[in-house]
């Protein structure tokens, strides 16, 4: 009787722990219910103009992004955005490890990066653009000038996709310097380390119109030949499908109001920077080389 009674009461204890089990898969809390539930969330920026940056006035987070992001949420009761600055190079892997939420920092979408993150909707059309000398001493207006002339060297972001879009076009990696930041890119340039440094156009917007632009103009014309133009967006995690689809539609309705035209004016966006009707993520993620 009592080894019956044993049995019995291991078989209940294995019920309910499995029940236990179930039960709190259920019942996990997804990140879009934990941040509708705070009113929170921590947001990944590299700390550049246009797309996420502090405002060296007040110290506040801003850019084209964050901004998106906040009108996006803010009927939401999310409220409380935390931003971390990291290295645009740290952004996706900062994003897996879980140290924000969303990546709100003008990440363009591309098929390789469609692998690890689930991007929101494009928000932004942002070419390939090129800074030079005043005057454009070595008169580069595309990647063609580049691959052509031994002597250029050009310059870009580590983890950027206009290096992608040079070598497509002939740039060997040997002409290719490759920065963490756009500080040091930019004093290459003005050191004649490099001939030109390569940027996405709202990057090349943004800088030309801040301070400590002199000397320095953006090459036009600039052809990219057969590159992709690019299309930035939000990123998420892949498992963050109810936040993204949430997002998703809280931005298509803010893409109908005064508030969206007016963050496109605050960064000297235009027609040229606009999403097409029909560019979707889908088939972005899905496009050829």
């Not at 934990?34 to 550049?48: A, D, T």
């Not at 409220?79 to 990440?107: C, M």
């Not at 035209?261 to 999403?275: H, L, N, Q, S, T």
Request: overall charge neutral; glycine content about 10%; aromatic content about 6%.
């Amino acid at each position: 009787m009592a080894a019956q009674a044993l049995r019995k009461m291991g078989l209940f204890g294995m019920a309910a722990a499995l029940l236990l089990a179930c039960y709190g898969n259920a019942s996990a809390e997804t990140t879009k219910e934990r941040i509708l539930r705070e009113g929170r969330m921590v947001i990944g920026i590299h700390n550049r103009s246009p797309w996420g940056f502090r405002d060296e006035k007040t110290g506040e987070p801003t850019g084209w992004h964050p901004d998106i992001l906040k009108a996006a949420f803010a009927d939401l009761g999310v409220k409380n955005l935390e931003f971390q600055v990291t290295e645009f190079g740290a952004l996706i892997p900062g994003l897996l490890a879980g140290r924000f939420d969303v990546v709100a920092s003008g990440l363009a979408i591309t098929p390789e990066r469609c692998k690890q993150v689930a991007f929101g909707a494009p928000d932004l059309q942002a070419p390939d653009a090129a800074i030079v000398l005043a005057g454009n001493p070595k008169k580069i207006h595309g990647y063609a000038d580049i691959a052509a002339q031994e002597a250029i060297i050009m310059g870009a972001g580590r983890g950027s996709v206009v290096t992608t879009n040079a070598k497509a076009a002939g740039v060997p990696d040997s002409r290719m310097l490759l920065f963490p930041d756009i500080e040091s890119n930019l004093s290459a340039l003005r050191a004649g380390r490099i001939d030109t440094a390569l940027m996405a156009s709202p990057t090349v917007i943004g800088l030309l119109a801040g301070k400590g632009a002199q000397g320095l103009e953006r090459a036009e014309p600039f052809d990219v030949g057969e590159a992709h133009t690019n299309f930035a967006a939000i990123a998420f995690r892949q498992e963050d499908v109810d936040l993204r689809a949430t997002y998703d539609e809280q931005l298509a309705k803010l893409k109908k109001t005064d508030t969206f035209a007016d963050i496109m004016k605050r960064y000297g966006f235009g027609d040229a920077e606009a999403v097409p009707q029909g560019v979707t993520t889908a088939d972005l993620c899905s496009r050829k080389p």
